[in-house]
DNA sequence: CGTCCAGGTCTAC
DNA sequence: GGTAGACCTGGACGC
């Protein structure tokens, strides 16, 4: 069983365009790419108890093409992830039991490429910003789905990898101001534009071919991403070797475990230790406890969960 | 109006 | 290998 209003509700990333998430309505919208096809928005809730994937919104929609939009929610909404061994430790730990009853999936962008350029404008910045520069992405770069507004990023798709290469460098500095970030993400469009870089494999290589630590290797090899962004990207790949150690998860932490000193972060990885691969999202779930708790509290909704 | 800093990273010791 | 300093930007503060 899935809580999908949890996975909506994974990371700050999930209200970046093009996604966008409703918090009242509990429903999730995420414009993708699709094959031979125009960009197309997708609308995404849970009907009562059961795991009512609903791809509305839209017309009628080919067998084939069905089969492609549900192989993209099942990617976004991390359905293809095998939690069990996590699930198996985090059961015999009282703080983190509760897990088990349907937590632990990311909201993944449908490349990794838009999720190492998303993780690369939070560094350094206050999430103000971040939305700043995604938006001028999507907005600017971003291909529109057939009924798409003129105005604003609604409605498009994560520009591509060389669609941000062709961006000239006034885009960066002048729209999004994205600062010296701006040499970075271009670069990187460039990389993996050319073929020079392959950030797709990374999401689909088994543990046997690329191990967490080569994964990460590679990630920091990249401009502008350095050990809290590779820890975050992999949390949404699905390698949960590390922890995110940044600024907000280092006093959440102390702050849930009501401590009024800082927790050190040999500490906190001697927590998490006990489960292994899948400390980091240990950890992560750790810091996220309350947050559907408080979308709640903050927008009651109308139809009250099951 | 100046200083600080926000979900860090890079370079140079 | 570990650690200062610089780095774009704009919003939040103190003066």
């Known amino acids: 069983m899935i809580d999908l209003r949890r996975v909506f509700l ?11 998430l409703d918090e009242k309505a509990w429903t999730f919208e995420i414009t993708v790419p699709l094959a031979r096809e125009r960009a197309r928005t997708l609308t995404i809730s849970q009907a009562h108890a059961g795991v009512g994937l609903v791809a509305a919104r839209n017309q009628a929609v080919s067998a084939e093409l069905a089969v492609a939009i549900m192989a993209q929610l099942r990617h976004v909404l991390s359905l293809d992830v095998d939690l069990s061994a996590f699930y198996a430790v985090a059961a015999e730990d009282p703080e983190l039991d509760w897990v088990v009853n349907g937590a632990g999936r990311m909201v993944r962008s449908p490349t990794v490429f838009e999720d190492v350029v998303k993780t690369i404008c939070t560094t350094n910045t206050s999430w103000s910003g971040t939305t700043r520069m995604i938006n001028a992405l999507v907005e600017h770069l971003g291909r529109k789905a057939p009924n ?6 609604d409605g498009r798709a994560f520009p591509t990898p060389e669609a941000m290469a062709a961006a000239p460098d006034t885009f960066y500095k002048k729209v999004a101001a994205a600062g010296y970030r701006s040499a970075y993400l271009k670069q990187l469009a460039r990389d993996v534009a050319a073929g020079r870089v392959d950030l797709e494999r990374l999401g689909t290589a088994s543990r046997e071919e690329l191990p ?12 502008g991403v350095g050990p809290y962004a590779a820890a975050h990207i992999m949390l949404m790949l699905g390698r949960y070797d590390r922890l995110i150690l940044d600024s907000w998860t280092r006093p959440t932490y102390a702050r849930l475990m009501g401590s009024k000193r800082p927790v050190s972060d040999r500490t906190i990885i001697k927590r998490f230790r006990r489960y292994g691969p899948s400390a980091g999202l240990a950890f992560w779930l750790f810091l996220t406890r309350d947050w559907l708790a408080e979308a709640q509290a903050t927008a009651p909704n109308v139809t009250r969960p099951v």
């Open 10 to 20: 994974s990371h700050g990333i999930a209200a970046l365009p093009p996604m966008r």
């Open 148 to 153: 798409a507004p003129a105005q604003g990023p």
């Open 212 to 223: 967490d630590d080569e994964v990460a290797r590679q990630l920091q090899a990249l401009p």
